[in-house]
């Protein structure tokens, strides 16, 4: 209760299909609330998306499934819809809250929660999302959290979850379908 974590980062991803390179510029913070509840979140405040496999300025005034340069679909949870080589720009803010159940700082064997997390679309407009900033898609979930210290040298942890994802942003009103 009471304590405050802030986080700041950079992380590098890669994606197939499409040959996307995705780094990511998070801050985020998390408070404890009461002694065992938490809420925490981070938004990615800077995202650059490169793309060596698509087709690009395929000025589609709607969103459309990214495609290779030879017209096949190419779709991708992470950028649905690129259409241009790179992109920099805002992404999406991640908010969640956990329930701590068992701890070992209050004498638990192992330290236990449970979590419930979320992702707000940072862009849902046609040039964010044919830029590949964000997918568009609200996400949600829950996961199981373990972990245990062993001779207070070495921890290890055990994360079990689910995340629901939305269809991206305008895809139900695209007149087009997968083969």
């Excluded at 408070?31 to 087709?55: C, K, P, S």
């Amino acid at each position: 209760q009471g304590e405050t974590n802030f986080t700041f980062g950079y992380d590098m991803f890669h994606r197939a299909p499409g040959k996307l390179t995705v780094g990511r510029v998070p801050v985020g913070a998390a408070v404890g609330l009461f002694d065992r509840f938490e809420l925490f979140g981070a938004w990615d405040i800077q995202r650059h998306i490169t793309a060596d496999n698509i087709g690009t300025n395929r000025g589609y005034s709607e969103p459309y499934p990214a495609t290779t340069p030879g017209g096949v679909i190419s779709f991708t949870q992470v950028a649905p819809f690129m259409d241009v080589p790179s992109a920099t720009g805002r992404s999406d803010v991640h908010l969640g809250v956990k329930l701590n159940i068992l701890s070992e700082r209050r004498g638990d064997n192992l330290s236990m929660a449970l979590t419930g997390f979320g992702t707000l679309p940072g862009q849902r407009n046609i040039n964010g999302l044919n830029r590949g900033l964000s997918s568009g898609a609200y996400q949600g979930g829950f996961a199981w959290l373990l972990s245990k210290t062993v001779a207070d040298a070495v921890r290890f942890h055990f994360n079990m979850g689910t995340n629901l994802v939305a269809s991206p942003s305008g895809i139900e009103d695209i007149p087009w379908q997968l083969a």
